[in-house]
């Protein structure tokens, strides 16, 4: 209905389960996780499964994922022993030993215990060069909105009087020892519309937070604006960024009359600066100066020079129709440049000189095994950490130097016999004749006779050029791989795999490629025989969520069994909940009823029918998700109910955006995802035909 030129959001009957702490909202949920906890979680099977998860989860053999700061490799680590965690460091010398000894600087489980709160870890904020003070970022329950206090590392403690912000979703940096950058709620007008940081205030120690001055603010549209403060020796510099949709910002440096000046570059582009170097990500193509460079390509120069208005600019990067940049990290006198051709990885080391930049490359991880660089110290110097792993091999973290050998410092334990399994790369054949890659994890060389043959686990994202790339899950690998399954990762459009043309060609009114992207997968599987449609389940979160909610609405047939995590699935009212409208770029205005012609034909909850042979669906999501909304997952099952179509629910307590606070919640959800899709699939659900009973909506459930 178009009222005024803008689209009525009337007629829906389940508005109240948006209410996220309402009465008969939380009512609801826990009638829902009842029936879900009695009927998948009794048997023995899901009991040890989730065991063996939670084993996985606090193994103490895992690698630590360092952290580089100064003279200190830190990490938070969570095991049996601490499900909350403890954050921890230690020097690289004895970080290299089998068993480090870790200087303990917070206990979560000890704070929370004193203090009577549910904290969860969100991230600490060191003070650079003096790396003696902190800002700890904790969050309640996981939400995204969290509080910043003061840590000491010295004397490993909150520090009296030291600067704290309440709780919200806030940005925060340190300029110097006695005053910092913050972004947060400040009151009516401070925030912007997606709920983040408008305004940003110059705060001196000692003073009240109400009072500091007015450093920097965008407009309420924006989805948000932050300040941050380069204390390299030699290149101090400040910069405010206004973040004016999900993929355009201007960037604007702090002059020496106190004014703000423009970083002249492409609103649609990501920059990076470094000493005196100015790196520019593009995601069109530019014109500067009589040069047209493409998108995709990755540029530098010196700062100076571009901001005097100079256009000489150095091309490090340019992609083809297999490659693209991924990311990149500096050194303190390198860059490393991280790039993908057809989802392999690949790390080139550039080095500037008066002749041009050379460039030198990293020995690859072979086959199908996916490189990252875990850290630098660009402070310190030329030293780097990698993480390498694949889908079946266990990951290791190496340390090395620009000019010298690459070492092995940690090896992660295996989770699985992974000795007969197989890794093997295909591209399906789009509704468009795109080709798309997809990686395929089997038992061997085929699926093997019994039980589990042909039995698989698809996964996809398809969303804000993120690439999905081969990593290693002691959770899939044991719950799923090592029981005979075989395991699908689709690198569909929308995502990053190939490049912002990848991403652009799955935006707005072009959404529906990734989805149709999903499905050729799917389709391709079947035609190679390696599966079919009934013994082929998917699963997806957040963004992969609202896929998950499109396959099970416009691709039922292809489907056993469909599992959404925290997804979206109401394009109709999303950009109206929680930081929903800060991905309008992403998806359109569902106001807007050009937009909302596009967004209608997939939304998943305006597109459940009656009468139609759905999957099985499990939606999962978190009360305290405070970026995707509950609301979205709640409404979906409900109607799904209400129309008798097969669909179970839980919902944690706490979990933000993760759905799981700890190890123990990480492994219920975990086991219950790996049983519903094994069990639906091998038809040994048991009957659900006594659950419509209680459920007030008064829907009866069918079973397929």
């Known amino acids: ?97 089998p068993q480090p000894s870790w200087e303990i600087l917070l206990d979560l489980d000890e704070l929370a215990r004193v203090e009577g709160e549910n904290w969860v870890w969100k991230g600490a904020h060191v003070l650079r060069p003096g790396y003696d003070r902190c800002l700890v970022v904790l969050s309640r329950g996981g939400s995204d909105a969290a509080v910043v206090r ?42 912007t519309n997606s709920g983040y940081p408008r305004t940003i205030r110059r705060w001196q120690r000692g003073t009240a937070l109400a ?62 600066l470094h000493r005196q170097w100015l790196l520019i990500e593009l995601r069109s193509d530019w014109l500067a100066g009589d040069v047209t460079y493409p998108a995709g390509a990755v540029l530098v120069t010196p700062v100076d020079e571009l901001l005097a208005g100079k256009r000489e600019l150095t091309t490090i990067f340019e992609p083809t129709e297999r490659s693209a940049y991924s990311y990149h990290a500096w050194t303190r006198n390198h860059l490393l440049l991280v790039t993908l051709t057809d989802v392999r990885s ?41 993480h390498t792993a694949g889908f079946i091999r266990p990951p290791t973290l190496l340390h090395g130097t620009v000019d010298g050998p690459t070492r092995p410092v940690k090896t992660g334990p295996a989770f699985f016999d992974a000795e007969q399994m197989t890794v093997r790369q295909f591209f399906a054949v789009s509704a468009d004749g795109t080709e798309v890659p997809y ?91 390696l599966s079919s449609p009934d013994r082929l389940g998917a699963y997806g979160g957040s963004n992969g969520g609202l896929l998950m909610g499109v396959m099970l609405t416009r691709c039922p047939e292809l489907f056993g069994a469909v599992v959404g995590q925290v997804p979206l699935l109401d394009m109709r009212r999303y950009h109206k909940l929680l930081a929903g409208a800060s991905w309008m770029a992403e998806y359109g205005d569902p106001d807007d009823p050009a937009d909302w012609a596009f967004l209608r034909e997939y939304s998943p909850y305006q597109n459940i029918r009656r009468g139609t042979a759905y999957p099985p669906s499990l939606f999962l999501t978190s009360t305290r998700d405070d970026r995707v909304h509950p609301g979205h997952a709640r409404k979906m099952v409900a109607r799904l109910r209400e129309y ?42 048991r009957a659900d035909g006594d659950r419509a009973a209680s459920d007030p909506i008064g829907g009866l459930l069918g079973n397929r």
């Open 644 to 685: 008798g179509h097969d669909v179970t629910y839980h919902e944690n307590v706490e979990g933000g955006h993760s759905a799981a606070a700890d190890n123990a919640q990480q492994a219920f959800k975990w086991a219950l995802l790996l049983e519903f899709v094994r069990r639906t699939l091998t038809g040994e659900r």
């Open 1 to 97: 209905m178009v009222m005024d030129g803008r689209v009525s959001h009337g007629g829906d009957p389940y508005l109240w389960l948006e209410e996220v702490l309402g009465d008969a909202a939380l009512d609801w949920v826990r009638d829902r996780n009842a029936e879900t906890t009695a009927g998948w979680t009794a048997e023995p099977g899901f009991t040890q499964l989730r065991d063996q998860i939670k084993q996985v989860l606090d193994s103490a053999d895992k690698i630590p994922d360092p952290t580089w700061r100064g003279d200190h490799l830190y990490n938070f680590w969570q095991d049996a022993g601490h499900p909350r965690g403890v954050w921890r460091r230690a020097t690289l010398d004895e970080f290299r030993r």
């Open 150 to 191: 003061e840590f000491d590392l010295t004397t490993r403690d909150f520090v009296p009087d030291g600067f704290i912000v309440a709780e919200a979703k806030s940005t925060v940096c340190w300029i110097d020892r006695d005053h910092i950058y913050v972004g947060t709620d400040f009151g009516p007008g401070t925030v």
């Open 346 to 386: 690949e790390i080139t080391v550039l080095t500037p000189g008066d002749d041009g930049w050379r460039r030198r490359t990293l020995p690859e991880a072979g086959g199908f095994d996916h490189t990252d660089v875990a850290d630098t110290e660009p402070d310190r110097g030329d030293e780097f950490l990698l």
């Open 211 to 272: 009072d500091a001055p007015l450093a920097f603010a965008g407009e309420v549209d924006d989805v948000t604006v932050y300040v941050v403060h380069d204390p390299t020796a030699g290149y101090e510099r400040d910069l405010a960024v206004r973040r004016t949709e999900f993929f355009r910002n201007r960037t604007y440096l702090l002059r020496p009359d106190g004014g703000w000046g423009l970083v002249d570059v492409p609103s649609d582009a990501e920059i990076d």
């Open 439 to 529: 990686f395929l994890v089997t038992p061997g060389e085929t699926s093997p006779p019994g039980p589990a043959a042909g039995l698989t686990l698809m996964t996809g994202y398809g969303g804000f050029e993120i690439a999905w790339t081969p990593t290693y899950s002691g959770v899939v690998g044991a719950g799923w791989l090592a029981r005979g399954g075989s395991f699908v990762v689709a690198n569909i459009r929308g995502g990053g795999e190939y490049g912002p043309r990848w991403h652009t060609a799955a935006l707005r009114e072009n959404r529906l490629r990734a989805y149709e992207d999903f499905a050729a997968v799917a389709t391709d599987l079947v035609a190679r025989g």
